[in-house]
Nanobody
Framework: QVQLVESGGGLVQAGGSLRLSCAAS??????RGWFRQAPGKARELIAG????????YYEESVKGRFTISRDNAKNTVYLQINSLKPEDTAVYYC???????????????????WGQGTQVTVSS
C-alpha cells in the first residue's frame, strides 16, 4: 500500500512563501501531484509532475507562483509556493499514480493514492 505524508503547511502572510513536501513509501508510484480543497469548493489538481520530472502541469491560477519538483532518490515531491494570496488558503493534498499513463500528471482522474492533507492559511 502506498503511503503519502505531507509536511510544510502553516499560517503565512500574503506575499509570503512556503514549501510543501510529500514523502512516499511502499510500492512504486509514477506521476505525482498536488491538489487543494478550499472550504465549500471541490478538490482541484493544481500541479503535477511526471516520474522523470521532465513533464509538469500547473493550474492556471498558480502558474508563475507555484513550482513542483521531485527527488526520486528520496521518493519525495515538493511544492514551492511563492507570492501567496488569501485565496490560496486551502487544505493541500499530495497524490500519486500507481499506473503509468501518457501525460498522466495532468489528468486529475488518474491519481489513486492520497496523503492526509496539510493546511495552508494565508492572512491578508
Amino acid at each position: 500500500q502506498v503511503q503519502l505524508v505531507e509536511s510544510g503547511g502553516g499560517l503565512v502572510q500574503a506575499g509570503g512563501s512556503l514549501r510543501l513536501s510529500c514523502a512516499a513509501s511502499g510500492p512504486t508510484t509514477y506521476a505525482r501531484g498536488w491538489f487543494r480543497q478550499a472550504p465549500g469548493k471541490a478538490r482541484e489538481l493544481i500541479a503535477g509532475i511526471s516520474w522523470s520530472g521532465s513533464g509538469t502541469y500547473y493550474e492556471e491560477s498558480v502558474k508563475g507562483r507555484f513550482t513542483i519538483s521531485r527527488d526520486n532518490a528520496k521518493n519525495t515531491v515538493y511544492l514551492q509556493i511563492n507570492s501567496l494570496k488569501p485565496e490560496d488558503t486551502a487544505v493541500y493534498y499530495c497524490a500519486a499514480q500507481s499506473e503509468l499513463y501518457r501525460d498522466g500528471w495532468s489528468y486529475s482522474g488518474a491519481y489513486d493514492y492520497w496523503g492526509q492533507g496539510t493546511q495552508v492559511t494565508v492572512s491578508s
